[in-house]
């Protein structure tokens, strides 16, 4: 596994700090880093979406974008799965009810 470089952790722990907030924006980033991480169940992105994100905010999805292509991992393999469940809690919560049953 490719190591992220420091720039690519900053990014990807702002984001995942933007996806946990309540605006706007927290949804659209949260959908981004969801769609990486299961597409399937948390539903795949719309590049068009950026378009309602600030500029630092759309530089790290850009970041993280890359790294992602570039390394064929998810982010839980990355050491990040509880912060992506408590994405999956919060932004999608009927996911965590399936789960539950």
């Known amino acids: 596994m490719a190591k992220m470089t420091d720039a690519e952790r900053a990014a990807l722990e702002r984001l995942i700090s933007h996806a946990m907030r309540d605006s706007g924006q927290s949804r ?10 299961n597409p399937g169940q948390c539903g795949g992105f719309d590049i068009t ?17 890359g790294y992602a292509a570039r390394n064929n991992h998810y982010p839980d393999t990355l050491g990040y799965g ?10 999608r919560p009927e996911l965590v009810s399936e789960e539950g049953q």
């Open 28 to 37: 659209r980033v949260a959908d981004f880093l969801l769609a990486w991480w």
């Open 49 to 65: 979406v950026t378009w309602g994100l600030d500029d630092e905010i759309v530089e790290d999805v850009v970041v993280v974008f």
């Open 82 to 91: 509880s912060q992506f469940e408590a994405i999956v809690r919060a932004w």
